[in-house]
Every structure is written in C-alpha cells, then in structure tokens.
C-alpha cells in the first residue's frame, strides 16, 4: 500500500476517503496454508529421518572368526584387528573357548608384544578392511608363565571353557587426558598349554540405515520448498467510487471485480489485492 | 494476513541443523575423539587400583610377590622378628586413600611410579614407590615413607596424565638427584660436619637418626668400636620434575652400624629384635646392624633460594650379621 501505487490510481470519491478500506481475504492465505502443510511434512520427515539417524538407529551383530593356526601357548590379536573395526560404534566381545583356563587380556599393543616376546605366539592381523584375519605362528617358548593377572593388561576376563571380555570399540588407550596407545588382545590357556583356538570377535554395528538418509533428503528438501518466498505482493487499496463502472475511470487493466464482490456492496469501499506492478501499465 | 520471512528461515535452519546434527553423529566422524593428545603413562587408572589392591591384599607368606627391594627386606626382617618377639609391632599394609598418584610416559623397563596413600585411622600418609622389573613382572612396592609432620608433598610438574621423570644425574636443580641424596646420607653419617648439612633442612628423621647414632656410640665406646655410616643403595633413586621447576627425590640410603669389640672378654649380649634377626644373642666378635632409610627430598631448582628438605621418610632394620 504505497503511496507510489496509489498516485496512479484513479480519482476517487473524496467523501469514502476517510473510510477504513476492508480486506478482501482468500487469495494469498490458501497458498499460506499450503506451505504451512509443506513445511511441516519436512519437519515430520526430518524428525524421523533424525531418529532413525541418531538415537533409534537399528543395531545389527556381526562376528569374525579368528583363524586357527598353531600350538602357540599365546594368541595375540594384534591392533589392526581392533583397528579395522575402528569407526564402528559401540562395543567388541571378544570370546574364546578352550579345554581349560581361558584368558582374553587387553593392554597397548606394545606392551602385549613385550610380554610375549620370546614366546611361540600365533599373531592375528587384519589381512584388509573388510574383516577377514589372517594368523602367523612365530617361533619361541612353548611354555610360559601364566599371563593371567599381569599389571600390564588394561582389562582381562578369564573362565574355564571360555571367557569373554567386552571392550570400548577403540583402537587407542583412551582416557580423559590421553590417546595414542593401539590396543591388542592377548588370548591364552595358562601358558603352558596351548592357547585356545575358537576365538570370535562380536560386535554390534549401528550404521545410520539408508531409510533415515532418504527421510533426511526428502525433508530438506521440502525444507526448501515451503522456505522459498513467493512473489511478493503488495496490496493495492482501491477505494471505489459509489457511482459508476471503474473501467470508465481507469483504462487500467480491469479489477478484480469477481474477489472483490465477495462482501462488496455498492456503497462501500472495498480493498483490491493485485500483483505488484500490475498498475503500473496505467497510462501516465 | 501478511506472510512473514522469520518462521520460513526458522524452518530452514531447523532442517540445516537437523541435518547437521545427523552427520554428526554418523560413525567416524572427527568429533568422536575429543581426548587431547599426550604421553601415555606407563599405567593408566585401572592398573593403578589393580596393583594397589594386590599389594594391599598381600599374602604374609608371599611378601616377594607384591614387594621388592627395601621394602621387602625391611617386611622380612619385620616378620621373622614377630615370629620371635610377639610384642613386636607388625607391619602395617600398605593400603588405603590414594592421595596422589605419579605416572611417568610408558617406555622401556623398569617402570614405576609413585602414590601417597591415606591409610585411615590416624595414620601418617605414606610415599610408596612401586617398579615393574620386566613386562612379565608385576609392580613391586619398593620404597614407602611417612610424609614428615608438618611437610606436604610438592606439587608435580604434570603433562596431560604423566609426570615427568628426571635422570639421576639431572641438571637445573640445586643438586642432582643422585647428589642430594648422596649428600643426605652423608649428612646423616656426619652430621653437622657434611658439607651438604648447610644446604639441607633440618628434620625429624636426621635429628632422630643423628641422636640414636650418638647415643649408642656414647655406651659402647669404652669397649666397643663403633661406626655407623649411610650410603644410598643402588639403583634406589626416582626422582620427579616438580611444578616449582625442582625435584621430588624418592631414594633408599643402606645404614650399616658396626659395632667392633676393642680386645678380648668383651661381650656383646643383643636385644631380643637383633637376636631374632642374627640367631642368636651374643656377639663375641662384633656384629652390624644394617638398616633402610628411605628418603622423600624436595630438591629446588637451581638458583632458588630454597634449601634441599625432607617431606617423607622412614626407617627400618633389614638384618643384622654377626662376626
């Protein structure tokens, strides 16, 4: 309703003037409402796509299978192995079974290599990213001590039959202040038997499912539609005139005759909603 | 009604923030470690409790299993004379509230580290020093000592979960580590005498060693030759960069009093401590009494006006050898 628009405006009866111009409604609040409906499906979507993504996102097992290979009294599932689950969230069990006493010790790879140097050791490496292992047996002591309880493990479980131990999924010595330290597993009996052989690595996988993307894009991008601004659209106060056809005033492009009549009646100014700039083929 | 732009903006940085959130919450991403990087301590907190606990919950009849170097024979020595004499005190477990714990980086062996634990009860704080000889070896309390009255431990130099350890022979302090102790042994054999005495605290533990020294030399000299001397023991030192630029020196001096008949028909008869350590209770020919002190010293950084102190220390007899 700028004063620009109204200057070309025809002249209008000065008595209605002082009048409030009414607004004629409909229009522009039908395409409101429709964006009002676009923007909240994407909301909708976002929100499920986020659960799906974050808090809600499916958990799935998988394993891997140490390879047998040996009589080595210690079996060290060296850092690669954690490493090439690193990046997956959550925890690694580790479980082995044996005759006997089972231990699985975690500790720095380092500190694992340092106690066993010396010994026959059957070494696990990750052979590639996708979770296969390959194992070597190295020469040395067929007995050691029992590396059960050592001060060098950062955690160790032990059983009869089997033993597990469940780890933070991560391939450093993390604590608050410090990382750097690759983790290794160390798997015995009791040093002088051989170590069990049944290992398994089970982890829990929680990959953001493909749904949540699709959730996630959709939702954006309905983001983006209702966000786009119309138009604009400036209101044009027309006030009519009580008597006579506008036409024969304005040889201006019609008006709206057909919204305006909604709640027009002849005595009464009505307000006009046109498109910005469809006045301005007006003569001047 | 007018549409206005702020609810469409709102909308669309919900959705960028909502996306945001998502990838950064995918696995992998670089916010997962936000741990700052530092030296790994040769222990990290759960091997700490681990040790402690076992060395706390020690088999009397296994001492060697959790206790090592002076430590341990002071601990032997202590048994095999409560065996003998029921009065005797018994040693006292090395267990309790840990006030403090000292880590260097990990690295090559022996490694050790250092904790003040809060027994309870009353009881003095004691500086433990424990040390792993090899990687299959568990950690060995080595050295303990009472934190003195009065005295408080300084505060270490620290580098994220490490301490910083310092080689014997380390420059910038008012003495090297393996110097004040020398020179703390040889103010307890000396005294005043010591050149190092003027550049040392005075302390609980040199006034009571200094007068026990000269009480026992004043009653036997007539007949007796006596001498006492104290040296530090070998590789018995850890020493630690503290946060005022010195050292806290933790090390073990070996005391050896001897105590030699001047001529013939003199006898020694031995208290029943030393007869349960020697086997028997007379000395026709002479005896020592070896003792441990074990030494908890602030050494200043060089250039400060601070004298070499002693916050820890204690002292206990590991055997008595008769001639």
């Known amino acids: ?284 | 009604m007018r549409p206005t732009g702020a609810p469409r903006w709102a909308g669309a940085l919900t959705a960028a923030g909502l996306v945001l959130a998502v990838a950064g919450c995918s696995p992998g991403s670089p916010g997962d470690r936000a741990a700052a990087p530092g030296p790994v301590p040769a222990v990290v907190t759960a091997q700490v409790s681990h040790v402690l606990t076992a060395v706390g919950q020690v088999d009397p009849a296994a001492l060697d299993g959790r206790f090592g170097g002076a430590e341990l024979d002071v601990r032997r020595a202590a048994v095999a004379v409560r065996a003998q004499v029921p009065t005797a005190p018994e040693p006292a477990p090395l267990a309790g509230r840990v006030l403090m714990t000292a880590v260097p980086p990990t690295g090559e062996w022996p490694r050790w580290f250092v904790t003040a634990l809060e027994p309870g009860g009353g009881a003095v704080p004691q500086v433990v020093v424990l040390e792993q000889a090899g990687p299959r070896d568990p950690y060995r309390a080595v050295a303990a000592a009472a934190v003195l009255p009065g005295a408080s431990l300084p505060e270490l130099a620290r580098d994220g979960e490490t301490a910083e350890p310092l080689a014997a022979d380390a420059a910038g302090l008012l003495a090297t580590p393996a110097d004040a102790l020398s020179g703390y042994a040889d103010v307890l054999t000396r005294g005043d005498e010591a050149p190092a005495a003027a550049s040392t605290v005075d302390d609980a533990l040199r006034t009571q060693v200094l007068s026990e020294q000269q009480a026992e030399r004043d009653g036997v000299s007539q007949f007796v030759e006596y001498t006492a001397a104290h040296a530090p023991r070998e590789g018995a030192v850890w020493s630690l960069r503290t946060a005022d630029g010195g050292a806290l020196v933790l090390g073990v001096l070996s005391g050896t009093r001897s105590f030699t008949p001047r001529g013939v028909g003199v006898s020694q008869t031995l208290p029943p401590d030393l007869a349960a350590l020697a086997g028997r209770s007379d000395a026709p020919d002479g005896l020592e009494v070896r003792t441990a002190e074990v030494v908890v010293l602030h050494v200043p950084a060089a250039g400060a006006a601070a004298r070499v102190s002693l916050v820890a220390g204690a002292r206990g007899t590991t055997g008595v050898e008769v001639r």
């Open chain 1, 1 to 284: 309703m700028s004063g620009g628009d109204a200057a070309v405006l025809p002249p209008v009866e000065t008595r209605r003037d002082a009048r409030p111009a009414r607004g004629v409604r409909g229009a522009r609040p039908r395409t409101g409402l429709r964006g009002r409906w676009v923007a909240a499906l994407a909301v909708v979507l976002l929100l499920t796509g986020a659960l799906l993504a974050t808090v809600a996102r499916p958990a799935r097992e998988a394993r891997a299978t140490v390879p047998t290979a040996g009589s080595a009294p210690l079996l060290v599932l060296d850092a690669s192995v954690l490493g090439g689950l690193d990046g997956r969230d959550g925890a690694v069990a580790v479980r082995a079974t044996g005759s006997g006493p089972v231990l699985v010790a975690t500790g720095t790879a380092a500190d694992v290599s340092a106690w066993a140097d010396g010994a026959a050791t059957t070494t696990v490496t990750a052979a590639d990213t996708a979770g296969s292992l390959t194992a070597s047996t190295s020469q040395g002591e067929a007995q050691v001590p029992d590396p059960a309880g050592s001060d060098l493990w950062t955690a160790q479980a032990t059983g009869t039959g089997s033993a597990e131990l469940t780890t933070e999924l991560t391939t450093e010595l993390s604590t608050e202040l410090t990382t750097g330290a690759p983790l290794a597993v160390l798997v015995a009996a009791d040093g002088a038997t051989p170590a069990p052989t049944a290992v398994e690595l089970v982890w829990t996988e929680r990959p953001v499912p493909l749904v949540a993307w699709v959730l996630l894009g959709a939702g954006a991008l309905l983001g983006l539609l209702a966000g786009r601004r119309p138009p604009r659209r400036e209101p044009v106060v027309v006030v009519l005139p009580v008597t006579g056809p506008v036409a024969a005033r304005s040889p201006g492009p019609r008006p709206p005759v057909r919204e305006a009549s909604a709640d027009a009646d002849d005595t009464e100014p009505v307000l006009l909603r046109r498109p910005r700039g469809s006045d301005r083929r007006s003569p001047r």
